[in-house]
């Protein structure tokens, strides 16, 4: 599967434990994002990187939330301490940032399945 | 920050009727605007896109239109099939420099009867 893929893709969890979740984005994608869907909602951006820079954090990050692309390549997410507020499906993406001679780039984001998080 | 409205929140056609979704956001710096669908339990899927230097764009049975001016874009699926029942997504975001992130829309629910 070449598709932007995610791990676990559920998680269940007691409130105060600390969770970790992975994003493998499509191979040679520089950017990668992640999004927050609560139920009947459309997704909410969390943060983005491109390659291994994490270039934007939305507010809805709190400190508790941290994320990483050490090498440009994989994610993590990771929550601390989760609350029963932080229960959502939590969706990775990835584009490919290039350059045509018209002077745009092009942002295709493609969204991996999502990991459910279950917060007790 | 960009602000994304979509309407109706749920829209119910006929099979072989047309479906319209309607999209405005606030920013008039974004320039990029994506539609998604998403089926229950799964991944929301790019269907179309639209930059903001286009008015229209068609894709079989899928077209979005877009007005700059009055800052709104609008998806038309013609000759429903009951596959397209799923939750569409507006989105925005602003390509090149700024906000690449993008700010989805509340959603729409179409079922489409057979």
């Known amino acids: 599967d070449t598709g932007v893929s995610q791990d676990p893709r559920h998680k269940i969890t007691k409130r105060g434990q600390n969770v970790t979740f992975r994003c493998d984005p499509i191979s040679e994608h520089n950017r990668l994002y992640w999004y927050r869907q609560t139920l009947g909602q459309g997704p909410e951006f969390l943060t983005y990187?491109?390659?291994?820079?994490?270039?934007?954090k939305s507010r809805l990050l709190s400190d508790r939330f941290s994320a990483e692309r050490p090498k440009g390549s994989f994610s993590t997410l990771e929550i601390q301490r989760t609350e029963q507020g932080d229960s959502a499906m939590y969706l990775c993406?990835?584009?490919?940032?290039?350059?045509?001679?018209?002077?745009?780039?092009?942002?295709?984001?493609?969204f991996g399945p999502g990991t459910r998080l279950t917060v007790l | 920050g960009e602000n994304v409205e979509q309407h109706p929140s749920t829209l119910s056609v006929q099979e072989g009727d047309s479906a319209v979704i309607k999209c405005t956001y606030s920013d008039s710096a974004s320039n990029y605007f994506p539609w998604y669908k998403q089926e229950l339990g799964k991944r929301p899927q790019l269907i179309i896109d639209i930059r903001s230097n286009v008015g229209e764009k068609k894709d079989q049975r899928i077209a979005v239109t877009l007005n700059k001016t009055a800052k709104h874009f609008s998806l038309h699926i013609t000759e429903t099939q009951p596959e397209d029942s799923a939750v569409y997504f507006c989105?925005?975001?602003?390509?090149?420099?700024?906000?690449?992130?993008?700010?989805f829309g509340s959603g729409t629910r179409l079922q489409v009867q057979p």
């Open positions: 989105a925005a975001s602003m390509e090149d420099t700024g906000r690449r992130a993008l700010t």
């Open positions: 990187f491109q390659n291994e820079a994490q270039l934007e």
């Open positions: 993406a990835s584009s490919l940032a290039w350059v045509v001679a018209s002077g745009s780039s092009y942002n295709e984001q493609f």
